[in-house]
């Protein structure tokens, strides 16, 4: 009993040990010091800590698929990076694994000072919940369009523009207007408003933009569960040839902005502004997101792709049999 005792003594004296090292950083030196013990039995026992299974250690990298279809896509396209995430078992938790890997690159990619701009997306959203705050000071984030009004964060750029500055301890700014409005005579005024002018020309100097690429098929349209297309808008877009939407932009296969009354009734930053911000993140998984993907990369509209190994297959299998 005595035995058994010490065991479990000297197993929490391990996990402790383990705490100390792997999760708060303390050299092997400091924590023999706090001890009052030698350097080569911290070293001893966090060896033990491993052979006994209190501390298991796993490298994730990338699958040789996922590494194929990134260097595959970099050239392809051109783009700056491409994040393949792996396919787990469903929507959601795919969406997980894409948003874990996005926030860990864009972190990688912060300085102080840096301005980041935001649009919106269900992707994008999980993508702000899982950045780690790196040690950076000053961050700004900026609204790329006017917002939703929706209350469901994964919709509204206000929330996401909020959310993201909260996790960077920073500050931000949100377009006082909606997304689309009743018509571009409305559109034009609001343009000229102050508020609205000055938040327009932050958003295009950002170095970063975080960006959702939608579908415009109306049973997965986001802005059509916000409420700015009806159903029978959306099916006439796609009758027009729309095939997805980025910013509340509507966008052909080619990537080229399409010719629309709705999109002459959008408020934010001008497609010649949002091309010019030097790092532009699409963020999307899915079947149904395959077209609207292929055709933002394209069209240029990002350089640096967040997706997950399927739909990374099938936007190279649909670029190669449509050429």
């Not at 890997?101 to 993508?127: Q, V």
């Not at 932050?202 to 049973?219: D, R, T, W, Y």
């Amino acid at each position: 009993m005595v035995k058994h005792g010490m065991d479990i003594t000297r197993r929490d004296f391990l996990i402790t040990l383990a705490r100390h090292y792997y999760e708060e950083d303390l050299s092997q030196q400091e924590i023999a010091d706090r001890y009052s013990i030698s350097r080569s039995n911290v070293s001893k026992m966090l060896k033990a800590c491993k052979e006994e299974k209190i501390v298991e250690i796993r490298i994730q990298a990338p699958s040789s698929q996922a590494l194929q279809f990134k260097a595959r896509l970099e050239e392809t396209f051109n783009i700056d990076h491409a994040i393949i995430a792996p396919s787990a078992g469903d929507t959601e938790a795919t969406k997980t694994e894409a948003a874990r890997a996005g926030a860990a690159y864009l972190c990688s990619l912060l300085e102080d000072s840096m301005k980041i701009g935001i649009s919106w997306g269900t992707t994008l959203y999980r993508l702000v919940q899982e950045v780690t705050p790196p040690d950076v000071k000053n961050i700004e984030v900026i609204q790329l369009h006017g917002g939703f009004g929706a209350k469901n964060p994964e919709i509204d750029g206000h929330e996401l523009a909020g959310m993201l500055a909260r996790k960077l301890k920073g500050s931000y700014r949100v377009m006082q207007a909606p997304a689309i409005v009743q018509n571009h005579e409305l559109r034009d005024l609001l343009l000229k408003e102050p508020n609205i002018a000055e938040t327009i020309a932050l958003a295009g100097s950002v170095h970063i933009a975080l960006m959702g690429i939608g579908s415009n098929l109306p049973e997965i349209s986001s802005m059509v569960r916000a409420g700015y297309l009806t159903e029978a808008e959306s099916a006439e877009l796609l009758e027009k040839g729309a095939v997805g939407v980025m910013c509340g932009l509507h966008f052909d296969k080619k990537g080229k902005l399409l010719s629309s009354p709705i999109n002459d009734r959008h408020i934010g930053l001008p497609p010649e502004a949002l091309l010019a911000i030097p790092k532009r993140f699409g963020v999307a998984v899915g079947s149904k997101k395959i077209q609207p993907i292929l055709a933002a990369l394209t069209g240029g509209l990002i350089n640096i792709l967040v997706t997950d190994e399927q739909t990374a297959m099938g936007i190279l299998y649909h670029h190669e049999t449509d050429n």
